[in-house]
């Protein structure tokens, strides 16, 4: 996998990030590396203080690997999201 921290996607990368990119290259996890690179393909540099949190990427990593590998979190994920839409939440 290509190294993170040379492609920044047009903004300087928060520490977190790079935290994560370097835990992720120690413990050779290309799944969660993998998974960190389709986040940071989705965000830009609105979404800078949210990549500032350590804990909000590891979040999104492991909730993102949960709901991939098990079919009904995912469906329960939804019906969740739903449910609060609704107003039954």
Do not use: W
């Given at each position: 996998m ?8 047009g903004?300087?990368l ?6 994560h ?5 120690e413990?050779n996890d290309?799944e969660?590396l993998e ?6 393909d989705?965000?830009d ?5 949210m ?6 990427i ?5 909730d993102?690997i949960?709901?991939?590998n098990d079919?009904?979190a995912l ?5 969740e999201r739903?449910q609060k839409?609704?107003?039954?939440l």
């Amino acid at each position: 996998m290509e190294d993170l921290r040379d492609n920044n996607y047009g903004y300087e990368l928060p520490e977190a990030v790079i935290e994560h990119i370097e835990e992720c290259e120690e413990d050779n996890d290309e799944e969660r590396l993998e998974t960190l690179d389709m986040i940071l393909d989705l965000c830009d540099h609105t979404d800078l203080k949210m990549l500032s949190d350590y804990s909000a990427i590891e979040d999104m990593l492991n909730d993102y690997i949960n709901l991939q590998n098990d079919t009904g979190a995912l469906l329960e994920f939804i019906l969740e999201r739903k449910q609060k839409e609704c107003g039954v939440l």
